[in-house]
């Protein structure tokens, strides 16, 4: 390699602005181009004059434009130094005379050296290369002009999205996918699609959100929008009965990228999701990762209780129930889980005879709490287990307060002619077995009457409607209505189809501005309408099969407790005429029965007299004295 002379180069360029300007005259080097270009930045413009106006010629091997390219000589200036041989070539020295018998005749064409193999196969492998490359820059250059328009449009698109403008974000995401031809897995068709699932879930839209964010997540947690996608389901699941087999899809995702915050939430959401479909170990595995911090730590306490409870693991479940007690009253307030949590410890003590914990437990829970009801009716059976009649006589007045009048109970009167056999007070126990004909099985013929009339399960839906909104003759008793709607299924499907119903009509209402989007998405909510539908059929028809079922076994129960009434009354009666009639009255140890029943519903009834207070009702006792011979 030659030596490279520095004064030499100073010597033969100046540079002066973006023009390289040469000096003396003197053919510059492979090595002298290289430093100008890698080491001085020369353009390469200036190089290419500098050696076209020394007329510098370079024989280039392989090897040569091999170094070139990898010292990072530009390619037009290696493609001008393979030409130069061409271009700047010198004529044979001829004698004078010959020079000017050509100089009269035709000029004479340039002597041209035979090119050889090697330098052909360097001139087309470099054109091939050259060609390449102009076509890379320009895909480059159109990819990203197209990032640019979709990045721009997306921002618009969310912009109208946040201030409300649903209509117009989904014309806007709508036209960009109409106008490019972008792959189905490209990164603009994900980002209209999460523009498009943002837009509907801030206008409320949420059934029709849902099918896209499903779409957005499973292309990964790689992708942009994972976690807004994540959190805008499960709110969206928080409002409308959702439950797609395809979330299972999102536990083989890597959440490794996520913060510890976010990692819990997912957590819980899953562990809800698998505790939906009934999947309790899978549920159990997600909710243990929750851990005892954050808002959703109580929930996640709990449902793995239900679960231990399923199990009959009651000591791990009492454990997890009181865990949640502390976690819901905590930082993060949850009544509604804290209150689940403490009718649940006293289900547990009530199924293990532990009454006094029952009880315990149940006080804990508020009276102005929407559980109260189920709370004072499962608070009165326990103390008629533990026989301290008086105050379950007293839970029995206080729950026929207005404060529960929404609650059917076919087997209420029945119980309460039960006490009233237990205090020997036959009397009213017949009062109360005659209650229960005019108040409950009056009830059963127009209740199956109702059942025969409907063809379908649509009609079940249709005709429940129609017995809450606007009764005739052939409508569902009124108070039967309550017990379909306590029904926590039956008030999901309700809610979800009432919301499909509100989406159809926003859509209707904007259909010329959507076009054929509006009738996608129309078609399929009517078809989740109709399949709702049906399933709010099954739950109404479950639901008044069962009040049905408690209404016949009340009666079983009525019968019984009638004969034990009867041949009490009987036995009472007969010592009575005996003591009359002049005989010692025997002192008789009267054995009170005790026998359990079991009891379906949640609140009870008794006839009202004063006024009632909330926060009295807990305190109700009743004086009646037992009548039964000691």
């Not at 004479?108 to 290369?129: D, G, H, L, Q, Y």
């Not at 052939?474 to 809610?495: A, G, I």
Request: with cysteine.
């Amino acid at each position: 390699m030659t030596r490279f002379s520095f004064s030499k180069l100073l010597l033969a360029v100046v540079i002066t602005g973006t023009v390289l300007v040469s000096g003396p005259a003197g053919a510059i080097t492979k090595d002298e181009v290289i430093v100008l270009a890698t080491q001085l930045m020369v353009p390469e413009a200036d190089i290419i004059a500098t050696i076209e106006k020394d007329r510098s010629i370079f024989k280039l091997e392989i090897s040569d434009i091999l170094e070139l390219r990898k010292a990072g000589v530009p390619d037009a200036v290696i493609k001008f130094m393979m030409q130069t041989p061409t271009r700047f070539a010198q004529p044979v020295q001829q004698a004078p005379a010959v020079q000017q018998q050509q100089a009269a005749a035709v000029p004479a064409a340039p002597v041209v050296r035979e090119k050889t193999p090697e330098e052909i196969e360097a001139e087309r492998r470099f054109a091939a290369e050259q060609a390449a490359a102009r076509e890379a820059e320009m895909k480059a250059a159109e990819e990203a002009r197209r990032r640019a328009y979709a990045s721009g449009k997306l921002r618009k698109g969310l912009e109208l999205a946040d201030q409300g403008d649903w209509v117009n974000a989904l014309q806007l995401f709508q036209s960009f996918l109409a106008e490019e031809n972008y792959a189905d897995d490209s990164i603009e068709v994900y980002n209209a699609k999460y523009g498009m699932a943002a837009a509907l879930t801030n206008a409320g839209l949420y059934q029709s959100a849902a099918r896209l964010l499903v779409e957005v997540l499973l292309q990964g947690t790689e992708r942009p929008f994972f976690q807004e996608a994540f959190r805008k389901l499960r709110v969206l699941r928080q409002r409308v009965n959702y439950t797609p087999h395809e979330l299972e899809t999102l536990t083989t995702f890597p959440m490794v990228a996520f913060d510890a915050t976010f990692q819990v939430e997912f957590n819980y959401v899953m562990g809800q999701y698998f505790y939906d479909i009934g999947d309790f170990e899978r549920a159990v595995t997600h909710l243990n990762q929750v851990g005892d911090a954050g808002p959703d730590a109580a929930k996640a306490r709990y449902l793995v209780g239900l679960v231990q409870v399923r199990n009959q693991m009651y000591k791990s479940a009492v454990e997890s129930f009181q865990s949640a007690v502390n976690l819901a009253e905590g930082a993060f307030k949850d009544s509604g889980v804290r209150d689940l949590a403490y009718m649940a410890l006293a289900r547990i003590a009530y199924e293990a005879e532990n009454f006094d914990a029952a009880i315990f437990y149940y006080k804990k829970v508020p009276t102005d709490s929407p559980r109260a009801g189920t709370v004072f009716f499962e608070l009165a059976w326990t103390y008629l287990m533990k026989a301290d009649y008086s105050r379950a006589l007293g839970t029995f007045h206080a729950i026929r307060s207005p404060y529960f009048r929404d609650a059917f109970l076919p087997d209420l009167w029945i119980l309460e002619a039960r006490v009233y056999g237990d205090l020997c007070h036959f009397d009213k126990a017949e009062k109360a077995l005659g209650m229960f004909d005019q108040e409950i099985v009056v009830h059963q013929i127009p209740l199956r009457r109702f059942m025969d009339a409907q063809a379908s399960l649509e009609n079940y839906y249709d005709a429940f409607l129609k017995s809450v909104n606007e009764p005739d003759d052939k409508s569902l008793p009124q108070v039967l209505t309550l017990p379909v709607m306590s029904d926590v299924e039956f008030y999901n499907l309700y809610r979800t189809i009432k919301q499909i119903d509100k989406e159809i009509s926003m859509i209707q209402g904007n259909s010329g501005a959507l076009g054929a989007f509006a009738e996608d998405m129309q078609s399929r909510l009517d078809i989740l309408r109709k399949d709702n539908i049906v399933r709010c059929g099954v739950t109404i028809q479950r639901v008044l099969k069962s009040v049905d079922a408690a209404i016949e076994n009340a009666q079983i129960q009525q019968t019984e407790i009638q004969v034990d009434v009867s041949a009490a009354a009987i036995d009472t009666a007969s010592r009575e005429l005996a003591v009359l009639g002049g005989a010692e009255e025997e002192t008789v140890q009267q054995s009170v029965n005790r026998s359990t029943i079991v009891i379906g519903g949640d609140t009870e009834v008794w006839p009202f007299i004063g006024e009632y207070w909330l926060d009295e009702v807990a305190y109700f006792r009743s004086q009646l004295q037992s009548k039964c011979s000691e």
